[in-house]
């Protein structure tokens, strides 16, 4: 089992900055990937970025420019650079990671970018 836990969610204006972080623990051993997907209001859960074991990465067309995935000092840790945000951005963003066909996640945190 894996266990996700995010953190740095919150409210900010148009042109702001979030960072979000994501910690594993439990079996963290042969995780592929870790990354982040996001929904917002009334709309399908979509990617947002991802980083594998080889940290390859790979952002959205949609925060291409603006956000930046990054793997923490501990393998277990990555990190979501927001930056330019934009009030479309304003969504409960999730963690997850993939290991051995099965995906993880967390339990979300909320980003709200005001206009």
């Known amino acids: 089992q894996v266990q996700l836990v995010e953190s740095g969610g919150g409210l900010v204006q148009a042109g702001g900055s979030l960072r979000l972080s994501c910690a594993a623990s439990?079996?963290?051993?042969?995780?592929?990937?870790m990354g982040w997907y996001r929904q917002a209001p009334g709309k399908q859960r979509e990617l947002v970025a991802y980083?594998?074991?080889?940290?390859?990465?790979n952002v959205a067309d949609s925060v291409k420019g603006r956000f930046t995935i990054s793997r923490g000092n501990a393998k277990n840790t990555v990190s979501l650079q927001m930056n330019s945000l934009e009030p479309q951005d304003t969504a409960v963003y999730y963690c997850?990671?993939?290991?051995?066909?099965?995906?993880?996640w967390g339990e979300g945190t909320l980003v709200t970018v005001s206009s």
């Open positions: 980083i594998t074991s080889r940290d390859t990465t």
């Open positions: 997850y990671g993939h290991r051995y066909g099965l995906t993880y």
């Open positions: 439990g079996t963290i051993t042969s995780i592929d990937a």
